[in-house]
């Protein structure tokens, strides 16, 4: 599925992301400054968190809890330097529970990521236009 959005349209695209996902386990592939986490950010609010939601760039990961008691990880795996460093956190084991996955930078764990995932891949088109393609 490929769809074109702004800012103003993010509501309905984490809407259809989560309508549309196969898996809990959400990968978010992308270059810097394309609005991974910007759009994080609006998934796990529709999803029903009140929790103040920032990137985990220094902790790896962060830890939600929903309204309906749903659990949230949002991982960063920008400053990963090896995947032995993402292993040895639990990556595996965060990946088995039923719980949302959501990850910014899954390339640098590559070899650690489940095959029960849903992919988006996000390219700026312009300063103000994204392009999102749903795998």
């Known amino acids: 599925m490929h769809l074109e959005y702004t800012i103003t349209e993010l509501p309905a695209i984490a809407t259809k992301i989560l309508e549309t996902s196969t898996s809990k386990n959400i990968l978010f592939f992308g270059e810097m400054g394309s ?52 292993f040895e956190i639990g990556l595996d084991e965060y990946f088995e529970k039923n719980a949302w996955c959501l990850a910014e930078w899954p390339e640098n764990v590559k070899n650690l990521l489940p095959l029960n995932r849903t992919e988006i891949h996000i390219t700026i088109l312009d300063m103000d236009t994204r392009k999102l393609i749903i795998k």
């Open 35 to 86: 609005g991974k986490t910007t759009l994080i950010k609006e998934i796990v609010k529709q999803l029903g968190v009140h929790d103040t939601v920032s990137s985990p760039t220094f902790s790896i990961v962060n830890e939600y809890m929903s309204d309906d008691d749903q659990t949230v990880f949002h991982f960063d795996f920008y400053r990963i330097e090896n995947e032995q460093e993402a």
